[in-house]
Nanobody, 120 residues
Framework: QVQLVESGGGLVQPGGSLRLSCAAS????????MGWYRQTPGKQRELVAV???????DYADYVKGRLTISRDNAKNTVYLEMNSLKPEDTAVYYC??????????????WGQGTQVTVSS
């Protein structure tokens, strides 16, 4: 069993910053890609950013230059540094990981989600 635990969400004013963290734990052999998705009511979950185990990154166009994804492979943790936040960034942010379990099974796991609200 693998768990992803997110932290760092909250309320921030427009133009402000937040840092999200997501730590993976459990029966992990290795973790390939880790990423962040977000979802607002009535909309599909959408990719925000992804990072491979080698450090290659990819971002949704609407966050380029404002959000930065990084990871600490030794801690099985992924981060999302969010700057210049806009009200339209308000959403539940979900951590995502493509894991090779200790039994060498490839599985995808999701965190429980953390709310980010950008409002004055």
């Amino acid at each position: 069993q693998v768990q992803l635990v997110e932290s760092g969400g909250g309320l921030v004013q427009p133009g402000g910053s937040l840092r999200l963290s997501c730590a993976a734990s459990g029966s992990i052999f290795s973790i390939n890609a880790m990423g962040w998705y977000r979802q607002t009511p009535g909309k599909q979950r959408e990719l925000v950013a992804v990072i491979t185990s080698g450090g290659s990154t990819d971002y949704a166009d609407y966050v380029k230059g404002r959000l930065t994804i990084s990871r600490d492979n030794a801690k099985n943790t992924v981060y999302l540094e969010m700057n210049s936040l806009k009200p339209e960034d308000t959403a539940v942010y979900y951590c995502h990981a493509k894991v090779v379990t200790s039994t060498r099974i490839n599985r995808v796991y999701w965190g429980q989600g953390t709310q980010v609200t950008v409002s004055s």
